[in-house]
């Protein structure tokens, strides 16, 4: 048969196929075109809604503060007070708002037209031709005087620098006009916000004032134009801003270059826009990526057919070839499809996942400083979100009680340490394990915790765990938060669970947060069939209690020592925390004696019949001696958050003391030390390959810190099905599996790896917050390897390491690079060498190049900083002491390293005169240790390691 004759049999089929794959393709090019257009527009309104979230909250303690000063600038003039008198207050007010700016960035005066005098809380004084009611600030707040006005940049008569202003009219009781208030904040710091936005690589951010004109952009020749000047779409955008349409517009703008640009804008509450520019070409790239695949793909499989058809001899198995061929076709094209489609829109989030990722945010100090409020409040309003929305799901599966506590108590313990007192009382009877919503159950109380925290400046805040059985298979539990705070008026409980509301605005001005804390939490304890019950007196605090009923199994108590007849001996001079240390103690059975005195306690510890003796750390170093002798009682150390001293003798635990804790140390398993900082590694393994689950990413962050000195991978993930796919993709050495998780539980997920013949040789680690024995035996039963309690303990990480990971991975660290700062004779006056020393892993050899390297950079920095300062740059300045800051914490050297944080706050305040009173004391004990460390290590060993540096 001749090519022309099968061809004029089958023309047919032949231009069928080729539509079907043009259509295929067609059809397929514009669905992923969409899918990626829908993929770029939601991370633009996501991103953008975070950004006006963050700007917006730059400007919330300015309006805050605003209305708080005039309030009392008003109440001051209707109680007759002096202009003067009201110049000093507001001087102090800037002083102590200057003080207290970490919510505050870019902050500089307040300050207003007043009487018909003009005031200047920084004590700046206007040159005579200076006219308040012709400035911005002025004129904002006459044209709207009943609201808070914010005014578009402009320069600021000190010094020419871009600031914006947020003003207010002080208006009378009785409606008569007092003057303008305003408040000055450097707009620098917001445009360097909204400009670092990306994305894409090449992109960027800006802002629009309500006249839709540039306020903020890269490109500088942009300021002042209008949007209508850059492109079409512009005319629709302003459409829907101006009918307050809350949607994000996309736009195509164009730069000086003629490089078209793709922009998302969306309207701020406060009349601004704020919006992000990606350049077309990477718009799109990913879209003519695929296109081209998928048209290569059809392109290939249309030949194959076509050749197969070309290929028949007779007509019925031409026929018959025909229908197998349109089936065999259309399932693999199905799959040729599906198959590229699926890498690249993974490939695709995986990448815009990367983009919008912690990872910026984790090293940008002033999201250090402000992303815990911001991140509370947006992670409120998701929750609300979706309660409203009834997408909330209560979950019934078995957790972990002790485990629950020990990530509520570990999160709330740092915010409290600074400032209050922190009690916990536990019913030790509650049962090991229930059954219910571990996860809400620790957001409820995180909530009325953090609330707790927030609204008390003094005194003590506590959390008591109690329980009311109901019947052999049900409890009920209580979950009570005390506080000495500010307590609630009895006309404001009516609105203590609404959304969004602050009750007693005027009383708590400056309190952090959404408001959405006390209603989530309540909206979560009734969807799990419990209430929140509140006792207060104002003034003198309040009383949370969070009543949930629970199903158990076993009744079995969370909390029992092996010993209940053993004798224990306490003494703590401060009495509440002595009553806290005594009632966990009597709720496991144990009879504790306590001691009056310090001299009672080291007079019962030398001659009494005891096994444990309880002390608080601030006595503990009197009683070291009398513990290391034959038949001395146990000692058990109870140390704050922050003690760093090292107990090598003792076993210490880390306060609020409650049953769990006081368990684990009667037990034998006390929580770590804060000797870990003594102890050095033996080993490093960069070849070796570690996951980490748990499903608090706290505890994922600390526990990757502590491995991080053995320089191995270390993969984490927060959940067990998680854990069971990454194991089927990567090679790991070890794994550490968290033992109660929402979801598939750590017994569960490590059930699963062990079924792969490929990963029954992986060593599981149990991570648990209870060491009773019974549990280990649970976790050695279940196949696992081995169990490590939390907090985590160094000196136990390091051995299980050392067991259970590949002998040939494991570096070992000789005597003379693992010595200590004291065998090395290290003498260098104001540094803490342990401390250097730990930070470098333990290794003497890298801590003396990190020492030499420290010594010879700061001989340069020292001529610089002052070269800087005689010019009055004061910018350069502050990122010279900002990098001396960080360097000089790293070696140990504590107080240089603060004495450079005051003077970094200084220059970026611009306190030229705090920087001038402290500078020469600074630079003279950087020049000193620079000097020491030549001195120690020689100067020819300070250029060896300079050069290779």
């Not at 998680?722 to 794994?735: G, I, Q, S």
């Not at 696992?784 to 570096?811: F, G, H, V």
Request: proline residues 3%; glycine residues 8%; contains cysteine.
């Amino acid at each position: 048969m001749t090519i022309g004759a099968i061809l004029s049999h089958n023309y047919k089929q032949l231009i069928f196929v080729g539509l079907v794959f043009f259509t295929m393709v067609l059809i397929s090019n514009v669905f992923v075109s969409g899918i990626v257009e829908q993929y770029m527009y939601a991370n633009a309104a996501g991103m953008l809604t975070i950004a006006e979230s963050t700007v917006e909250s730059r400007l919330r303690e300015g309006r805050i503060s605003i209305l708080s000063t005039a309030l009392a600038i008003r109440n001051r003039l209707e109680r007759g007070q002096s202009l003067e008198e009201i110049n000093r207050y507001l001087i102090e007010m800037t002083g102590w708002l200057r003080d207290h700016q970490e919510g505050i960035p870019g902050f500089i005066s307040i300050y207003g037209a007043i009487g018909g005098e003009f005031f200047d809380g920084s004590g700046w004084r206007p040159p005579a031709q200076y006219a308040p009611e012709l400035r911005p600030w002025y004129v904002t707040a006459i044209e709207d005087p009943e609201k808070i006005t914010i005014s578009t940049p402009y320069p600021d008569a000190r010094d020419g620098s871009k600031i914006i202003s947020i003003s207010l009219a002080i208006m009378g009781s009785a409606g008569e006009f007092y003057g303008v208030l305003s408040y000055d904040i450097n707009f620098n710091s917001i445009t360097a916000y909204v400009e670092s936005l990306r994305l894409a690589q090449a992109g960027y951010g800006m802002l629009l004032g309500p006249d839709m004109s540039f306020i903020a952009h890269p490109d500088t020749s942009f300021l002042g134009k209008p949007l209508e000047s850059l492109g079409g779409g512009y005319i629709e955008t302003m459409r829907r801003f101006a009918q307050g349409d809350g949607q994000v517009s996309m736009i195509k703008l164009s730069n000086n270059h003629g490089d078209q640009y793709i922009a998302f804008f969306q309207r701020m509450r406060n009349g601004w826009h704020i919006g992000i520019a990606i350049p077309a070409l990477n718009y799109y790239q990913d879209v003519y990526l695929m296109a081209a695949v998928m048209t290569v793909c059809g392109i290939g499989m249309g030949g194959i057919l076509c050749a197969i058809l070309v290929r028949l001899n007779s007509a019925k198995l031409r026929a018959d070839e025909e229908s197998r061929s349109k089936s065999s076709f259309l399932a693999r094209m199905s799959h040729e499809i599906r198959t590229p489609m699926n890498s690249i829109l993974g490939v695709s989030e995986i990448m815009l996942r990367k983009n919008m990722s912690g990872e910026n945010y984790e090293y940008v100090s002033i999201i250090q400083q402000s992303a815990n409020a911001l991140l509370s409040v947006i992670n409120d309003v998701l929750d609300f979100s979706k309660i409203e929305s009834g997408r909330i799901e209560i979950a019934s599966q078995e957790y972990c009680m002790s485990s629950l506590l020990h990530d509520v108590i570990t999160i709330i313990r740092v915010r409290v340490a600074e400032k209050l007192d922190f009690f916990v009382t536990v019913d030790s009877a509650i049962p090991a394990k229930l059954i219910g919503d571990c996860a809400h159950i620790r957001q409820i109380l995180i909530n009325l915790l953090n609330n707790a925290v927030k609204y008390t400046r003094e005194g003590h805040i506590a959390l008591g765990v109690s329980m009311e059985r109901l019947d052999a298979h049900r409890i009920k539990l209580l979950f009570s938060v005390q506080d000495t705070g500010i307590g609630i008026r009895e006309e404001d409980k009516k609105n203590l669970f609404a959304e969004f509301t602050r009750i007693d605005g005027e009383k708590n001005q400056g309190i952090e947060g959404s408001g959405l804390g006390l209603a989530i939490a309540n909206t979560l304890c009734k969807a799990m069939g419990g209430e929140i019950q509140v006792e207060s007196e104002y003034g003198k605090g309040s009383r949370f209690t969070a009543v949930i009923t629970q199903r158990c199994e076993d009744a079995g108590p969370m909390a029992r020592v092996e010993r209940p007849d053993a004798r224990v001996l306490l003494f703590e001079d401060r009495p509440r925390h002595a009553e806290a240390a005594l009632s966990a103690l009597r709720s496991l059975g144990i009879a504790p004696v306590y001691a009056k005195s310090l001299n009672a306690f080291l007079e019962e510890l030398e001659n009494g019949d005891y096994q444990f003796a309880f002390i608080s750390s601030i006595y503990a170093r009197r009683c070291l001696a009398l513990a290391g002798k034959d038949g001395a009682p146990r000692l058990v150390i109870m140390t704050e958050l922050g003690d760093v001293s090292a107990y090598r003798e003792a076993d210490s635990i880390r306060m609020p003391i409650y049953a769990n804790l006081a368990a684990n140390a009667l037990n034998g398993a006390p929580s770590p030390r804060d000797a870990a900082r003594d102890w050095r590694i033996s080993f490093t393994a960069p070849e070796a390959r570690v996951l980490i689950v748990d499903d608090l990413p706290t505890n994922l962050r600390v526990a990757a810190e502590l491995m991080a000195p053995y320089r191995m991978t270390v993969d984490t993930c927060l959940a067990g099905q998680e854990a069971v796919e990454l194991v089927k993709k990567n090679r790991y050495d070890l794994l550490f599996m968290d033992h109660m998780m929402p979801g598939m539980d750590g017994l569960e997920a490590a059930a699963l790896i062990k079924q792969n013949e490929a990963c029954r040789h992986i060593p599981i680690i149990m991570l648990t917050a209870n060491v009773v024995a019974d549990q280990r035996d649970l976790f050695l039963k279940n196949g696992l390897s081995d169990y490590l309690s939390k907090p985590i303990e160094t000196k136990k990480l390091n051995a299980l390491l050392e067991s259970y990971l590949p002998r040939e991975k494991q570096i070992s660290l000789d005597a003379q690079d693992r010595a200590g700062p004291d065998d090395a004779v290290f003498d260098l006056p104001g540094v803490a060498a342990k401390d250097g020393l730990f930070n470098v892993g333990g290794s003497l050899s890298a801590y003396r190049n990190v020492l030499a390297v420290f010594g010879g950079d700061m001989r340069k920095r020292i001529p610089q900083m002052r070269e800087y300062l005689a010019q009055g740059n004061v910018d350069q300045y502050t990122i010279l002491v900002h990098a001396v800051k960080g360097a000089a914490r790293s070696i140990g050297a504590h107080a240089l390293s603060a004495l450079a944080a005051e003077l970094e706050e200084a220059g970026r305040n611009q306190n030229l005169q705090a920087i001038q009173e402290k500078n020469g004391g600074f630079l003279q004990d950087l020049a000193a240790l620079a000097e020491n460390i030549a001195a120690l290590l020689g100067e020819d060993f300070l250029a060896s390691a300079l050069a290779a540096f």
